[in-house]
């Protein structure tokens, strides 16, 4: 329900009713029409370009961020940047504004369960890039991807399935992805203008796949909804400049930090209610803070051992 002091307008559309995908402001909930919540003081149109543009700008910030690092310091540290929550926290945000805790519980479920399509991309990239060309692994992990995105979908998961497909998931894409872990990524020098050239690119994509997901469909927005585009972001920019295998580096790295992802989704979905929204999104951020805390320090223990 929509909370008081807020209006509905017909903006959003397009989903399943008990799964949750998101775009900014726009709720795919199945087979229904569902209407969106917009602030009594904003228009639908301005407040959609809003939420666009904060999306654009903070996931091309922390891209930015997590690639220079990973250039600076190692993949590890990159890649632990890279894979807090940067891109689904402000949208569960912007939900839990507009809707109450069991909503936001229900929502957790059905993100714990497409978590683990994002460990296949990035685990099947990680394989391919070590021969191959940065558009064809990019596009062969994509339709791994996909595959997996439409495969899980139209399933009704409980937390305790979605648990124990992650556990599965990423227990088998960690093993894989483990010997690929501790290349050097080798040093650059870059230009003044790199850092704008990163961040141009990585917002541009944001606003492509946001953009885009309006005009093909309810199946299309669907999917465009949970497309990884930090990480894709990150192959993009790294495979380029350092080579398939120091990006793959980056990004077997991540698998295990994402599994946090996926344990802080559990923890919201399950702290939601009993809590309120808030304080579930506060302690699901503590938690992905921690686990890759202790994923960095796991790793450097394996560094120096």
């Known amino acids: 329900m929509p909370r008081e002091g807020c209006r509905w307008n017909d903006v959003g559309y397009w989903g399943k ?3 949750l995908l998101t775009l900014p402001y726009t709720y795919f909930l199945g087979t229904q029409t569902v209407s969106l919540c917009q602030l009594n003081c904003m228009s639908p149109e301005l407040m959609m370009w809003f939420v666009l543009a904060t999306k654009m700008a903070v ?4 891209v930015t961020a997590a690639t220079i690092i990973a250039e600076r310091l190692g993949a590890t540290v990159g890649a632990l940047v890279a894979t807090l929550p940067v891109s689904a926290g402000p949208v569960y945000v912007f939900l839990a504004l507009d809707h109450d805790s069991t909503f936001i519980s229900s929502s957790a479920v059905a993100s714990l369960a497409l978590n683990s399509a994002t460990a296949i991309y990035l685990t099947a990239y990680v394989l391919i890039a070590q021969r191959r060309s940065m558009w064809l692994s990019i596009s062969l992990a994509f339709v791994m991807w996909l595959a997996a995105v439409l495969v899980l979908s139209p399933v009704q998961w409980a937390a305790w399935s979605a648990s ?3 556990v599965i998931v990423f227990t088998a894409c960690t093993f894989i992805v483990q010997p690929f872990c501790f290349v050097r990524i080798p040093r650059t020098t870059r230009p003044w203008y790199d850092f704008v050239l990163r961040a141009g690119l990585v917002a541009s994509l944001v606003g492509v796949v946001v953009t885009l997901s309006f005009q093909i469909g309810p199946t299309g927005s669907g999917v465009l909804a949970v497309f990884p585009v930090i990480y894709t972001s990150i192959m993009l920019i790294l495979h380029r400049r350092v ?5 793959a580096a980056v990004l077997a790295n991540a698998v295990p930090a994402l599994a946090g992802f996926g344990l ?5 979905h399950l702290a939601a209610v009993p809590l ?3 304080a579930a999104l506060i302690i699901a951020l ?9 994923v960095y320090a796991i790793r450097r223990c394996q560094a120096l051992a």
Not at 243 to 247: I, L, Q
Not at 264 to 268: E, I, M, Q, R, V
Not at 286 to 294: I, K, L, Y
């Open 243 to 247: 080579g398939g295998p120091a990006t």
């Open 59 to 62: 996931t091309a910030l922390f």
């Open 276 to 278: 309120g929204s808030g």
């Open 286 to 294: 503590g938690v992905s803070v921690v686990w890759n805390a202790v």
């Open 164 to 166: 124990a497909l992650n």
């Open 17 to 19: 009713k008990r799964k």
């Open 264 to 268: 802080a989704l559990l923890t919201l």
